[in-house]
Nanobody
Framework: QVQLVESGGGLVQTGGSLRLSCAVS????????MGWFRQAPGKQREFVGV????????SYADSVKGRVTISRDNAKKMAYLQMNSLKPEDTAVYYC????????????????WGQGTQVTVSS
């Protein structure tokens, strides 16, 4: 089993920045691809981005490309989502995700989820 705990959400103004963190336990972190999804009220959960287990490859949804960066620290068993130039449409609950297969690289929902952290961008 893998446990994921997100932190770092909050309220920010349009154009501001936030960094979300995801602490991972329960399995060898370095074997997991890590990703982020988000779900806005009344909408389906959508893929934000992924970083491969090695940290060498990242991929992002078009809606956030150029504004977000996913990183990881294998020694600390942490993954991060740095979000810049935030817009009101980025308001959502953000979920950390992990998977030992490659499915996250295709935006497919993974085996493991965090509990989510709320990000609200005010206009």
């Amino acid at each position: 089993q893998v446990q994921l705990v997100e932190s770092g959400g909050g309220l920010v103004q349009t154009g501001g920045s936030l960094r979300l963190s995801c602490a991972v336990s329960g399995r060898t972190f370095s074997s997991l691809d890590m990703g982020w999804f988000r779900q806005a009220p009344g909408k389906q959960r959508e893929f934000v981005g992924v970083i491969t287990w090695s940290g060498h490859v990242t991929s992002y949804a078009d809606s956030v490309k150029g504004r977000v960066t996913i990183s990881r620290d294998n020694a600390k068993k942490m993954a991060y989502l740095q979000m810049n130039s935030l817009k009101p449409e980025d308001t959502a609950v953000y979920y950390c995700a992990a998977d030992a297969s490659t499915r996250l690289r295709f935006g497919v929902q993974p085996d493991y989820w965090g509990q989510g952290t709320q990000v609200t961008v005010s206009s």
